[in-house]
């Protein structure tokens, strides 16, 4: 085991603010990422269901 | 010979319209007087970046009427006939890449030993910029060719250019301002004009091809 | 039994068997994550030179490789999708983009947080850094190019083409970039020859790597599906698709 305590780990030896700062750049990056194209996908599908929607209406009269 | 052909109707072009060709020269002029007015007027200091500046400087020159390398012919519908026509569209490209080096190439390797006075950069020196810029600036034109036949007809084209093709550039501006650095520094720069050559005829041979297939892309 | 890979070159089979396979490339990336980082933080011992700030290579590494990797990747199937004229692979291309892009930026961000402490400055011009630089540029081009072409189809071939250009272009550039870069000795101070490399940080190191192939590859079959229903919206697979309300 590397580290005593807590504290410790996120200190990384006085170098937490360089550590830590790639490490969370790179997950802001990743959560982005992973949300933008959550994101398009959502827009698709909520047109699609608008689109399905239109043509049941149509389908019933 | 088609490639005649097409190099003498570019020039004539130019030459009607010689404001294009001015601009580009005194676009050159400027960017490199400008360095001076920023950095202070320390000789020892512009002589030492002399090389960098000239040759950023006719980077950012050649690119500048890149995009109307091929927009003119595409607007009147010239474009659409040298592609139907049976003639290579390769030696087709070529030809009008060295027609917008002989218009915008050319004045930068004339203009550049007079900017490089301004610079205080030694005889030597100056004889090696030029040399450098002759050997680099057909390539400029030969790259810019595909970054101009692929933005063709898009919007914001030009600085779109820019972005596809000052990347690419990069090795040119490397060798090229590192000739001139050797030179002053004492070392020999036989190496930089040699690699320059062999981009040179790299692009001779690629450019072109992938000049008239991005065209053929932009035009489908 | 021979599978009919071309089966699943048509857009339309790919995007089931594609939703078949993210999950198992994310639960691949987080398993592999999670194995990775704590190989790294808590197994990898201190480094005697560089001390905790090593630890950055957990992902500057893995980070650095993905990005040329990617781009190699995406200039092979641009051009595959130029050569043979076959949608799927174009689309392939537009979706390793922006995950190439980010890695690079990512290389980048934690190659500068690394240099800091190692050289004192946050930016050092060395070969390396340089490259990677321009290898983002390259990858900005390609993005806005294909971005600036209305017709899917002239975008698809038209990068494909910026693509190929640059893939040329990068042996040129790394390799003019190494040559400035001896010229102009004094800045750079090498530390990647690391003396002596525990194997369990190599062996960290490497896990990570997997893990970032199997992110991207996740997230990049994520892409190409949204791309694949954004472009075949007029056909008949996408409307049947919509008639069961089974995009997902």
């Not at chain 1, 959550?38 to 009269?61: M, V």
């Not at chain 2, 009427?65 to 003639?87: A, K």
């Not at chain 2, 569209?89 to 390797?109: C, D, E, N, R």
């Not at chain 2, 002053?184 to 091809?209: R, V």
């Amino acid at each position: 085991m590397n580290w005593s305590s807590v504290s410790d780990f996120f200190a990384m030896g006085g170098y937490g603010l360089y550590v830590w700062g790639s490490y969370v750049v790179t997950l802001i990056c990743i959560v982005a990422e992973i949300w933008l194209i959550s994101n398009r996908r959502r827009t698709l599908e909520k047109q699609y269901s608008l689109i399905r929607n239109i043509n049941i209406r149509r389908d019933k009269k | 010979m088609i490639i005649m052909w097409i190099i003498k109707r570019d020039l004539l072009l130019a030459i009607r319209r010689q404001s294009d060709v001015l601009t580009t020269l005194f676009f050159f002029v400027i960017v490199v007087s400008l360095f001076p007015l920023s950095v202070g007027p320390e000789m020892n200091m512009l002589r030492a970046m002399a090389p960098g500046v000239v040759w950023v400087a006719a980077l950012l020159a050649s690119m500048l009427s890149l995009n109307r390398m091929f927009s003119n012919d595409y607007m009147d519908g010239t474009l659409e006939q040298m592609l139907l026509s049976p003639q290579s569209l390769s030696l087709l490209v070529l030809g009008k890449a060295f027609a917008h080096w002989l218009v915008t190439g050319i004045p930068l390797v004339i203009m550049a030993p007079i900017l490089g006075i301004q610079y205080d950069l030694p005889a030597e020196a100056l004889v090696v910029l030029t040399l450098t810029l002759l050997l680099g600036t057909p390539v400029l034109s030969l790259i810019g060719a595909i970054g101009a036949a692929l933005t063709l007809g898009l919007r914001g084209g030009s600085v779109l250019i820019s972005l596809l093709v000052l990347p690419l550039y990069i090795p040119v501006l490397i060798f090229g301002a590192g000739a001139v650095e050797a030179n002053m520094a004492g070392i020999g720069f036989d190496a930089h004009l040699s690699l320059l050559g062999a981009f040179l005829l790299a692009s001779l041979a690629l450019a072109p091809w992938a000049t008239a297939s991005s065209l053929r892309v932009s035009l489908e | 039994m021979t599978i009919n890979w071309f089966k699943y070159s048509s857009p339309a089979s790919f995007y089931s068997l594609a939703g078949k396979m993210i999950p198992i490339f994310a639960f691949a990336a987080v398993i592999s994550l999670v194995a990775g980082l704590y190989v790294g933080f808590f197994v990898a011992p201190t480094d005697f030179q560089q001390g905790e700030a090593y630890r950055i290579i957990f992902i500057h590494v893995p980070a650095a490789w993905m990005s040329m990797f990617l781009y190699v990747v995406m200039a092979f199937w641009a051009g595959i999708g130029l050569a043979f004229n076959t949608r799927l692979s174009s689309m392939f291309a537009t979706a390793i983009a922006p995950t190439g892009a980010m890695f690079t930026f990512i290389a980048l961000w934690t190659g500068s947080l690394w240099g800091k402490p190692m050289w004192g400055t946050w930016w050092v011009w060395d070969a390396r850094l340089t490259s990677e630089l321009i290898l983002l540029f390259l990858y900005i081009g390609f993005m806005s190019l294909q971005a600036a072409i209305d017709d899917p189809r002239r975008a698809d071939k038209a990068g494909a083409i910026i693509a190929l250009v640059g893939v040329v272009n990068i042996p040129i550039i790394y390799f003019s970039v190494q040559w400035w870069n001896t010229l102009h000795q004094g800045a750079s101070v090498s530390i990647n020859q690391a003396p002596s490399m525990a194997s369990t940080m190599l062996l960290g190191m490497l896990i990570m790597v997997f893990a970032s192939w199997m992110y991207s590859i996740a997230i990049i079959l994520k892409r190409v599906r949204v791309i694949i229903i954004e472009r075949e919206s007029h056909t008949a697979w996408v409307a049947e698709l919509q008639k069961k309300d089974s995009i997902r």
